[in-house]
């Protein structure tokens, strides 16, 4: 069983940045990929970046690439997201979430989630 606990949400304006964090329980991390996905309000959870065991393959959402950075620090058991250049349309709630590989954009693919963090950004 892994627990995961997001952290680093809040309320930022358009342009500005935040890092997530997430925090995993369990000695086997460096078994596991990491994915963060959110949810707007009515929408469905969208992918929006991962990361495998090692951190040498790294996927990207289209509406993120080139904004949002994932990495991992498997000594801490964390993984992060940093976003900047945000946008309103970045406004949604953000989970964190693992699985074993291989590395997957698929939300049904992912076993464990965090309870989610809230990013709002206003223009």
């Known amino acids: 069983q892994v627990q995961l606990v997001e952290s680093g949400g809040g309320l930022v304006q358009a342009g500005g940045s935040l890092r997530l964090s997430c925090a995993a329980s369990?000695?086997?991390?460096?078994?596991?990929?990491m994915g963060w996905f959110r949810q707007a309000p009515g929408k469905e959870r969208e992918f929006v970046a991962a990361?495998?065991?090692?951190?040498?393959?790294?996927y990207y959402g289209d509406s993120v690439r080139g904004r949002f950075t994932i990495s991992r620090d498997n000594g801490k058991n964390m993984v992060y997201l940093q976003m900047n250049s945000l946008e309103p349309e970045d406004t949604a709630v953000y989970y964190c979430a693992t699985r074993r590989g291989p590395l997957s954009t698929t939300v049904l693919q992912y076993t464990y989630w965090g309870q989610g963090t809230q990013v709002t950004v206003s223009s």
């Open positions: 990361i495998n065991w090692s951190g040498g393959n790294i």
């Open positions: 369990g000695r086997t991390f460096t078994s596991y990929d």
